[in-house]
């Protein structure tokens, strides 16, 4: 084994730490492919369930065109200011859209839990505002990637 697959083994998360950091942050930037290859990244807001990550977006952004033409989805949330510090999380696969778009509170009882973490964590309130501008979107993701430099 090399010296960048032993370190690299030496500073990754484990599944608790992922799940403790992601469920901590509120900002994740998300990259998607325009239809002519254009990458785009853009910051949002989400919520950590545990298992997907969920992203409340407008349904009239490039994101949501992008991935409506092509699913393929990365999302890498991260913390830290000195290199020591730095600490973070890439999560990629296939978005899927859930619910009604734009959303406007229908029950969805596959929204239950995303609806409830998003707005305590994000807007410090208890019930979900639906401003009929966006959208669900949920990333179970097929490869996650982690890094925490403080374990040097």
């Known amino acids: 084994m090399d010296e960048t697959q032993r370190r690299g083994r030496r500073i990754m998360m484990s599944d608790a730490e992922v799940d403790a950091f992601l469920r901590e942050q509120k ?8 239809p002519d290859g254009r990458p785009h990244v853009g910051a949002l807001w989400f919520a950590w369930d545990g298992g997907s990550l969920w992203l409340y977006s407008i349904t009239r952004s490039r994101r949501w065109s992008d991935l409506r033409k092509d699913p393929r989805i990365s999302v890498v949330v991260d913390a830290g200011e000195a290199y020591d510090e730095l600490r973070g999380v890439e999560l990629s696969g296939s978005a899927v859209f859930v619910g009604e778009a734009p959303r406007t509170g229908e029950p969805c009882p596959e929204l239950a839990e995303a609806e409830r973490i998003f707005p305590v964590k994000n807007f410090d309130i208890e019930e979900m505002p639906h401003d009929g501008r966006h959208a669900w979107i949920r990333l179970t993701p097929e490869s996650v990637v982690s890094w925490d430099f403080r374990k040097i």
């Open 27 to 34: 900002t994740c930037r998300v990259a998607t492919v325009s």
